[in-house]
């Protein structure tokens, strides 16, 4: 049987790998939003807004969005966007990945 899931993982790894796209996007956060943590700090899923995460607010996500079109090329284009895309390291991932795919 086609398993489109082991497919799809194999294909988004033709990128760059997964593990190092994940460091290269918690290596963005701290660098451009000046966090006092280091990359390995910051969990995959690991809220990146509210209390019981990062505690990042709304200046941080428009850095954020910024910084990530001039790191990845990938632009953020409506808040709604923006609520679910930034959430974790793991939200930011997926999306890039998606972006990069429709564009290749």
């Known amino acids: ?14 990128f760059m790998g997964e593990t190092d796209l994940r460091t290269r996007i918690k290596e ?3 660098k451009s939003l000046m966090l006092q943590v280091t990359p390995d700090q910051i969990g995959d899923d690991l809220p990146l807004f509210g209390a019981n995460g990062l505690g990042l607010d709304s200046i941080d996500a428009l850095e954020l ?18 609520g679910k895309a930034l959430q974790t390291v ?14 290749a």
Do not use: W
């Open 1 to 14: 049987m086609f398993d489109q899931t082991r497919d799809l993982r194999q294909n988004r790894g033709s």
């Open 90 to 103: 793991n939200t930011i991932h997926d999306y890039i990945l998606e972006k990069q795919s429709a564009a």
């Open 65 to 82: 969005v910024v910084s990530m079109e001039k790191t990845f090329g990938v632009g953020v284009p409506s808040s709604e966007v923006a």
């Open 28 to 30: 963005m956060l701290v």
